[in-house]
């Protein structure tokens, strides 16, 4: 059994849920896909969930009614236990890199972290990763009765339905008490889509001049194509975005269908971060900029002559 520890927010599965199950399929290892959906109040997300897993299991729970690290990592490993799961594939999100580690040691077994790509080779569970800042591609390669992975967010495509719902199963869990206490939350508001979710992104490097026309140009485009909002690392460096906006090595790793990079130059850092989107499109006057070597549409020219062009096109 493959165990996949669904991630969802607001009673919906998230992307990241559908990027792990792809991890799952692409793995080349045996056995049924089977997800693990922990919370109180899931009976929607066990739903989605079960239209791309061979089988859901579902400890809807007062007790796991807000995230704790202690009592996931004591969940995953129970059932991964009882099912006797050979790899259990978790989200790279915060969170996941919280109890993944614990689940890895609760199992005795081996941990492969933010995991871009996955294969089998013989009893062997290989991953690739980045490192060096992205700049080099590492290969890894774990063996054991029982794999934990880490799936990094935006490197997976989002898996695709099966033609016929998996089966849904209640479990009872013996969780240990809770010995941390979340007192205060606060959530960033903001009526565009999130990063993580949104097909479109629009996103802002030094290019754009400054923060005044980021706000002038780089929101109403992505507020008229109903887009994400990014930025560069030098963009969130100046102040201009918020670090939830950075989009890189050391921000997020997206793959959008449309990526959008106005006066982004392309270091390595940031195509790493955004490298896998389905269609890249660049502007910027620097025509030796390195975001034209990956890019499948460019233009060559000043982002504030052309970009009130394209949000009057996109509006109409």
Same mark, same amino acid.
């Given at each position: ?15 990241? !849920? ?7 399929? !692409? ?5 049924? *896909? ?6 109180? +109040?899931?009976? +929607? @997300? %066990? ?14 729970? $007062? ?11 004591? %969940? ?15 989200? +790279? ?8 580690? &614990? ?44 794999? @934990?992975? $880490? ?33 205060? &939350? ?5 009526? &565009?889509?999130?990063?993580?979710? %949104? ?64 006066? @982004? ?35 060559? +020219?000043?982002?504030?002559? *052309?970009?009130? %062009?394209? *949000? ?5």
């Amino acid at each position: 059994m493959i165990l996949v520890v669904a991630e969802h927010t607001g009673g919906k599965l998230a992307k990241a !849920s559908l990027e792990m199950v792809s991890a799952a399929r !692409s793995s080349g290892r045996e056995g049924p *896909i089977t997800l693990l959906v922990l919370g109180h +109040g899931v009976a +929607g @997300v %066990a739903a989605e969930a079960a239209a791309v897993a061979d089988q859901v299991l579902v400890a809807d729970l $007062s007790e796991l009614a807000t995230y704790d690290a202690e009592l996931w990592a004591a %969940a995953t490993a129970q059932i991964a236990r009882a099912g006797e799961a050979h790899t259990v594939i978790t989200p +790279g999100s915060r969170s996941g890199r919280e109890y993944a580690p &614990r689940v890895a040691v609760k199992l005795d077994a081996p941990y492969l972290e933010d995991a871009i790509s996955l294969s089998a080779h013989g009893d062997a569970l290989r991953a690739q990763r980045y490192t060096y800042l992205s700049r080099v591609t590492e290969t890894v390669e774990a063996s054991g009765p029982v794999v @934990v992975v $880490s799936a990094k967010p935006g490197a997976f495509a989002p898996a695709a339905p099966l033609g016929a719902p998996g089966e849904q199963y209640d479990i009872d869990l013996d969780l240990p008490e809770r010995r941390v206490t979340i007192t205060g &939350r606060s959530v960033e508001k903001s009526s &565009r889509v999130a990063l993580s979710e %949104a097909d479109i992104i629009v996103t802002g490097g030094r290019g754009v001049g400054n923060a005044e026309n980021f706000a002038r140009l780089i929101e109403p485009l992505a507020d008229n194509l109903g887009a994400g909002v990014g930025a560069t690392r030098a963009v969130v460096d100046a102040g201009w975005r918020p670090y939830a906006e950075q989009v890189g090595q050391t921000g997020k790793t997206v793959q959008p269908g449309a990526y959008i990079a106005l006066g @982004v130059s392309g270091a390595v850092q940031h195509l790493s971060g955004m490298g896998k989107s389905k269609y890249i499109v660049a502007i910027n006057k620097d025509a030796e900029a390195p975001i034209f070597k990956v890019a499948d549409y460019g233009i060559v +020219g000043d982002v504030s002559e *052309i970009v009130p %062009a394209l *949000i009057e096109a996109s509006r109409r």
